[in-house]
C-alpha cells in the first residue's frame, strides 16, 4: 500500500523568508499527490494536487510543488511566507483507482514577525 | 466554507456508549469520505461512499459502521466507544466517485470525547 513520510513535523520561519516543507511517498504503482492545509478548529483545505503532466504544480495561496518521481518526493514550497500561511500542513498520496488516501503525519508551519 | 457540514460538532460521551455523527455533503457531490484524526495515528481513511453505495474501505473498526442515505447525506455509527476513540472526525464530499478526478471538500469536523 502507499505512505506518505513528512520529513518535518515543525518548521519555524520567519515572515517573507522561503519555505519548503518535505513529502516523500512510497507506491509500488502511479499515485496522485496532494497537500492540504489545516487551519486551527477547521477542517482541510485542498493547496494543490498532482496528477499527471508538468511536474512543477502551482496551487492557491502562492503555494507550489514538484513531482520528483525518482526520489519519490512532492515538496511544497513558497517563496515568501505571511504571517497567516501559520498552520499545519499534510502531504497526501492516493494511487490510480483507489480512494485510499494516506496522510502523513503533518508540519506544523510557525510563521513569526 | 467548504459546504460540506458536520453534526455536532463536539460530543462527550462514556465508554460503552453509542453515536451518530451526521454529515450533509455539498450541493451536488455524491461522495462522502469520512476521516479519523488522532494524536497518536494522524490522519485515516476509515470509509467512502458513492451515491448510497460503499466504494473504499480503510482503517475503519468492525465497532465502526457509516451508510449513505438516498438525499445523500451520510451517518457514521461508533459503537462500544473506547477512550482510545476520541478524536476529530472527518467529512469531506466529492463531485466524482474518484480522488484523482476531482477535489475532496472538508467539513469542520466533529470532535468526539469519551471519557
Known amino acids: 500500500a502507499q505512505s506518505v513520510t513528512q520529513l518535518d513535523s515543525q518548521v519555524p520561519v520567519f515572515e517573507e523568508a522561503p519555505v519548503e516543507l518535505r513529502c516523500n511517498y512510497s507506491s509500488s504503482v502511479s499515485v496522485y499527490l496532494f497537500w492540504y492545509v489545516q487551519y486551527p478548529n477547521q477542517g482541510l483545505q485542498l493547496l494543490l494536487k498532482?496528477?499527471?503532466?508538468?511536474?512543477l504544480v502551482k496551487g492557491i495561496n502562492g503555494f507550489e510543488a514538484e513531482f520528483n518521481k525518482s526520489q519519490t518526493s512532492f515538496h511544497l514550497r513558497k517563496p515568501s511566507v505571511h504571517i497567516s500561511d501559520t498552520a499545519e500542513y499534510f502531504c497526501?498520496?492516493?494511487?490510480?483507482?483507489?480512494?485510499?488516501?494516506?496522510f502523513g503525519a503533518g508540519t506544523r508551519l510557525t510563521v513569526k514577525p | 466554507d467548504s459546504g460540506v457540514t458536520q453534526t455536532p460538532k463536539h460530543l462527550i460521551t462514556a465508554t460503552g456508549q453509542r453515536v451518530t455523527l451526521r454529515c450533509s455533503p455539498r450541493s451536488g457531490d455524491l461522495s462522502v469520505y469520512w476521516y479519523q484524526q488522532s494524536l497518536d495515528q494522524g490522519l485515516q481513511f476509515l470509509i467512502q461512499y458513492y451515491n448510497g453505495e460503499e466504494r473504499a474501505k480503510g482503517n475503519i473498526l468492525e465497532r465502526f459502521s457509516a451508510q449513505q442515505f438516498p438525499d445523500l447525506h451520510s451517518e457514521l455509527n461508533l459503537s462500544s466507544l473506547e477512550l482510545g476513540d476520541s478524536a476529530l472526525y472527518f467529512c469531506?464530499?466529492?463531485?466524482?466517485?474518484?480522488?484523482?478526478?476531482?477535489?475532496?471538500?472538508f467539513g469542520q469536523g466533529t470532535r468526539l470525547t469519551v471519557v
Open positions: 497526501a498520496v492516493t494511487q490510480y483507482n483507489n480512494n485510499d488516501m494516506r
Open positions: 469531506a464530499s466529492s463531485s466524482g466517485e474518484g480522488l484523482g478526478s476531482t477535489e475532496a471538500f
Open positions: 498532482y496528477l499527471s503532466g508538468s511536474t
